[in-house]
């Protein structure tokens, strides 16, 4: 009886407690680091990706209304949540100013909250009004576990077992992996300590984080979406945020191009004392993210020239690297023989490389077809022959940059695709998305000359095309992305849809 007590208790607490998957992408780029891999997956592999199966799993239209180019975001993910309904795998993705909860599984919106009344107007292409930022969970700094924490991954319905205490079931516990991953790295000099990754089964509160149009700050419940506080005030109204993280009590976000009054820069919230802290650029933030994080808490923002280091708890400024060009994407954070490492593009297509702890250039190259080409970002990964490879969007494909330690060695180019956006890798394949987007400083232009997107699997050691959606997408992608996590690729589209690729299982 009381066993059967603390069991009912553990499932009636589902509402406010989860657990956090090793592999869960928890913030925009994936990780603290931006790195946009998921190093671990049960089912994605180049041999799986070789043979049919991988297909449209889902698509789900979510409450959003577009502003200007902004639509719906990348979801946020929760691959192994324990709710009083039982096992669970999670979503929240963001458009206009709403936030959606989906069951990945079962393919249904779980709750929907609106954060605040729609903003008046239509805004503009640069300053679009409501939510700007994608939502987030709140993450850890040190680097993503290798391989050894994949996603459930489930290829079939869900079996019964009892592992050893602690451990949770063996299904979960036995999977294959056919990835081998890389020796994890060393200790970074002057490195806080990173705890362990808390158990699956441990108990605790999990939340999911957004920035209203109105600059307020918000968290809600993963489970149902309500907020047990009032949402805290953040920015001012109608800033244009980007690349929104929380970690260590603290979230941070980016301002861009200097709307609704708001200074460009990187600004900082204490969740538990309300204080808001900011740092203001030199420049326009760049890329996608805005900023990225190191292991040892340092904040990197690219802005105007130079890629600038700040100090997590005070954004005071430690050093900056000077690229001597307007910068284009925000950066990457990646270990290369027990050093940290940067990677930046400017503008005009040139990628650095540049050591995080002295902030002084390692290597560059010009990437073929980027100049005056909108990148965002870089995904940095370990592929199959154990390379560290940066890959860069450029104008009409992917261009695949393998780093050796001093220098950028180009190893193989994508097909062609129309408006490339940032590709994500999940164990060691890549998968890249011809966006369809035709970009123009008018969104009449681009609705009517954009084409469907088509999302393509690609050999990390050759580039050759394994897989693609064909014409499964029924719309282009403008703000929204990759996300990746369970065995599933997520696609979020222009006209408010989420489409999510994997291998079908039976509910």
Not at 233 to 256: C, I
Not at 404 to 420: N, Q
Request: aromatic share 8%.
């Amino acid at each position: 009886m009381r066993i059967l007590s603390i069991a009912i208790m553990v499932f009636s607490l589902g509402g406010l407690y989860g657990q956090r998957g090793g592999n869960d992408w928890m913030t925009a780029g994936f990780d603290a680091q931006r790195s946009n891999w998921v190093r671990g997956d049960a089912k994605i592999n180049i041999q799986s990706m070789s043979q049919p199966g991988f297909t449209l799993d889902w698509k789900l239209k979510v409450k959003n209304t577009p502003r200007q180019f902004q639509s719906v975001t990348p979801p946020a993910l929760l691959d192994f949540f324990i709710g009083h309904v039982g096992f669970r795998a999670l979503g929240f993705v963001g458009g206009g100013d709403t936030v959606t909860g989906i069951d990945t599984d079962l393919a249904r919106a779980e709750w929907e909250r609106s954060l605040s009344a729609p903003s008046k107007g239509v805004g503009t292409p640069a300053c679009p009004g409501g939510m700007t930022s994608t939502v987030t969970r709140p993450t850890v700094l040190g680097y993503a576990p290798m391989g050894g924490a994949a996603g459930r991954g489930r290829g079939r319905p869900g079996v019964s077992g009892v592992g050893e205490p602690g451990e949770g079931a063996v299904t979960l516990r036995d999977r294959p992996q056919v990835f081998t991953p890389p020796p994890a790295p060393k200790p970074v000099p002057g490195a806080k300590p990173v705890a362990a990754p808390p158990s699956p089964f441990a108990a605790r509160v999990q939340w999911v984080n957004a920035i209203a149009g109105d600059g307020k700050f918000h968290s809600m419940y993963v489970s149902n979406g309500e907020s047990p506080n009032p949402p805290v005030p953040f920015l001012s109204a109608g800033a244009h945020a980007r690349g929104l993280m929380v970690f260590g009590g603290t979230a941070y976000a980016a301002t861009v191009n200097s709307c609704g009054g708001v200074p460009n820069g990187l600004w900082a919230l204490n969740i538990e004392s309300k204080i808001v802290s900011s740092w203001k650029a030199p420049g326009n933030v760049a890329g996608a993210y805005g900023f990225a994080a190191g292991p040892d808490g340092t904040l990197y923002v690219s802005s105007g020239t130079e890629v600038t280091a700040l100090e997590a708890e005070t954004l005071n400024k430690k050093g900056s690297f000077q690229a001597g060009k307007a910068l284009g994407t925000s950066p990457v954070v990646f270990e290369h023989n027990g050093a940290g490492m940067l990677a930046v593009a400017t503008a005009d297509g040139e990628l650095h490389v540049i050591d995080a702890g002295s902030l002084s250039g390692v290597a560059k190259v010009s990437v073929e077809g980027a100049a005056n080409y909108s990148m965002g970002s870089v995904l940095s990964f370990i592929d199959g022959a154990q390379r560290r490879l940066l890959l860069a969007p450029a104008a009409k494909n992917i261009v695949a940059y393998e780093f050796t330690g001093s220098a950028l060695i180009k190893r193989w180019t994508s097909k062609e695709m129309v408006s490339p956006l940032t590709p994500i890798a999940v164990t060691s394949i890549v998968f890249a998305l011809s966006s369809g987007e035709h970009r123009s400083a008018s969104i009449k232009d681009t609705m009517a000359k954009s084409s469907n997107a088509v999302l393509y699997a690609i050999d990390p050691v050759t580039g050759k095309e394994l897989w693609s959606s064909g014409d499964k997408i029924q719309s282009f992608v403008t703000s929204g992305g990759l996300a990746a996590g369970g065995a599933r690729v997520y696609v979020s589209t222009y006209d408010g849809t989420q489409y999510a690729f994997g291998f079908p299982i039976e509910h």
